[in-house]
């Protein structure tokens, strides 16, 4: 006596099968990109932090060398620009190209009296303000 062996083909996946594999797959993924954000954003204010450290330093060498803080006076020097930037890093670190502000998407502005200096740094992108005094740590304003 001979079986008879039934063959049958699948037909593959039903659509909702596929829909369901994609949603899960677009859930996942927007996940990822906030968190990716939330990294980068981290970063670049971490940056800035850095850089307002290094910018505390190079006001104190600077004040060791020419008894006033950059800039001198009352007035200030505010790197909203590309110039003002170059200004600010070829006078602390005679390194034009020091700040890179491209980078970080801050805008770092100095101020200084004839006994102390403030450093700001502004996102561009946000309300994000950090400060940073002399002797004192960096204040975050909206981050």
Same mark, same amino acid.
């Given at each position: 006596?001979?079986?008879?062996?039934?063959?049958?083909?699948?037909?593959?996946?039903?659509?909702?099968?596929?829909?369901?594999?994609?949603?899960?797959?677009? @859930?996942?993924?927007?996940?990822?990109?906030?968190?990716?954000?939330?990294?980068?954003? =981290?970063?670049?204010?971490?940056?800035?932090?850095?850089?307002?450290?290094?910018?505390?330093?190079?006001?104190?060498?600077?004040?060791?060398?020419?008894?006033?803080?950059?800039?001198?006076?009352?007035?200030?020097?505010?790197?909203?620009?590309?110039? =003002?930037?170059?200004?600010?890093?070829?006078?602390?670190?005679?390194?034009?190209?020091? @700040?890179?502000?491209?980078?970080? $998407?801050?805008?770092?502005?100095?101020? *200084? *009296?004839?006994?102390?200096?403030?450093?700001?740094?502004?996102?561009?992108? *946000?309300?994000?303000?950090?400060?940073? *005094?002399?002797? =004192? =740590? @960096?204040?975050? $304003?909206?981050?």
């Amino acid at each position: 006596m001979i079986k008879k062996i039934n063959i049958t083909r699948s037909s593959g996946f039903t659509l909702i099968e596929l829909l369901v594999v994609v949603a899960i797959l677009g @859930i996942l993924s927007s996940v990822g990109v906030i968190s990716y954000n939330g990294y980068v954003k =981290s970063a670049k204010m971490k940056t800035a932090e850095n850089t307002l450290q290094q910018l505390s330093l190079a006001q104190l060498e600077y004040y060791t060398n020419t008894g006033e803080y950059y800039p001198d006076g009352v007035s200030d020097s505010c790197a909203t620009t590309d110039t =003002s930037h170059k200004d600010l890093g070829t006078a602390l670190f005679d390194d034009s190209n020091y @700040i890179a502000v491209d980078d970080m $998407e801050y805008n770092f502005c100095a101020y *200084s *009296s004839e006994t102390s200096f403030t450093i700001v740094a502004e996102s561009r992108g *946000s309300d994000c303000k950090l400060t940073l *005094s002399k002797n =004192s =740590s @960096i204040q975050r $304003e909206n981050c």
